[in-house]
């Protein structure tokens, strides 16, 4: 496949060379980046991207749809048993655009929804005013407790009886603490709301075990695939029964039209790995690296907002180290480590800056990486983000971290050659 590439588009061949040489030599600790696996990656770029199938199986708009009927039926089928639960849609193209269909399914313009807030740990589709949900509903935002840095959940209750919400959404981009969704559901009851849970960051720990379920209580579940559950770039939609005539619909024809067949049976394939014994032990030692990247940051006298975490991530306070995010994120950049600058919860800085880094262990946890090797990187980082201005420092770390990765290879084929599919 490679060298087809090379022959036929030796531009783009050159290119894509070049970003498994950085995926390889950078240690890649955005939480919500994963290496899917060449199973998941040989889906994706399958046969399937020939063909049209607007609707679903068995009631498609376009003729020749027996075998993507079967892969999407195995896709849905895999996603209900993995996550215990009655409806699955697998066609929405990405976590944005599984939330406007649930948004588009159960409120009218201009109803009230209540989200964590951006700048607190929430996502861009969770109603900010750049994106179509913050002009089309009524958002308002909850934040974490000001001491705790967590939900305050007494306080969440009471913003529900003020605001009388259609729809309680739980779920973050940034939010390092396990999220308690029994609490939630019942405060959506006192007060008539649909819950909505997107569990985009954390569906991986939760598919293992490793964080509770919202299958329960939640009405309905939108999840990204390609994050902790390492499938690949895609989204899918769970519901109760009840619901998933509202939210087929709404995806399509609502907002999608012909679904992405490839990247359906790439998730099918997804589902099948997230059920394996191998897939529950990685999800374990994601949470323990963390867990020990955390504590490392800890010793080296960093702040982690919340003072810890529980889940794949943390963001770490840098403005003691006299640092924005985006100047700690810059730095550590030079040094191949690459993480993503965020807001904390409470930040003098604008969004461009932050006041923090978000960084998390999905990726090297893929590659094989343990709790040693998040001290060692945890102590990089300090000692990056300590001395600003040693240049040398940085260029000496930058050293050791490609030596490090070529003993962890993204994929095994890599320890062989450069060959990317
Ligand atoms: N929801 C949450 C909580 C997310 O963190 C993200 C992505 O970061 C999304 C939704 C959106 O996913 P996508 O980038 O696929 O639109």
Known sequence: MEQLLRQVDPDVADILDRELDRQQHSLIMIPSENYASRAVMAATGSIMTNKYAEGYPGARYYHGCEFVDQVENLAIE??????????????????????????????????????????QGGHLSHGNRANFSGRTYRFVPYGVDCGTEQIDYDRLAEFAREYKPKLLLVGASAYPRTLDFVRFREIADSVGAYLLADIAHIAGLIAAGEHPSPAPYADVITSTTHKTLRGPRGAIILCRQGLAKAIDKAVFPGVQAGPLMHVIAAKAVMFKEAMSPEFKAYQRQVVLNARALAETFLTRGFRLVSGGTDTHLMLVDV????????????LLREANIITNFNTIPYDSQPPTQGSGIRPGSPALTSRGMGEAEMAQIANWIADVLEQPDDSVLRMRIRDEVIALCSRFPIYDYMAREGEYV
């Open 319 to 330: 403005s003691k180290q006299g640092l924005t995010g985006k100047h700690a994120a810059d």
């Open 78 to 119: 895999r996603a209900r048993a993995l996550f215990g639960v009655d409806h699955a849609n697998v066609q929405p193209v990405s976590g944005t655009q599984a939330n406007m269909s649930v948004y588009y399914a159960l409120l009218e313009p201009g109803d009230t929804v209540l989200a964590m807030a951006l700048d």
